[in-house]
């Protein structure tokens, strides 16, 4: 099954949660892609004691995740992309929705 997860968040546990979730379906067998939007991509800045959000991040790429961020969500907090988080926009949110058989925003 192809899986697209949507994360718009910047709650640590939230996103943690959406790669551990994410992680998990790989490991299942399934496809699965993740698009930051908004405050989500700022992930990789959410580190604390409890979450550790960028290992979680990291994992999920070694098992053949795909992480996509919004390029003009990037730009408005003034960041750019990282080998974790390539560069995209909405025509690649777009394909995510398309390609999916199943969508879960966090």
Known sequence: ??????????????VWNAFRYGNFAAKEGDVV?????????????????????TQK???????????????TCLK???????DVCPLAGLKDMHAIIKESDRIIAF
């Open 1 to 14: 099954m192809m899986i697209g997860l949507i994360i718009h968040s910047n709650d640590a546990e939230t």
């Open 57 to 71: 991040m990291k994992d999920f790429v070694k098992t053949g995740g795909k992480i996509f961020a919004c390029g």
């Open 33 to 53: 892609k993740v698009f930051l939007i908004g405050k989500g991509v700022e992930a990789e800045s959410l580190d604390t004691e409890q979450f550790a959000v």
């Open 76 to 82: 408005l907090r003034n960041a750019g992309p990282t």
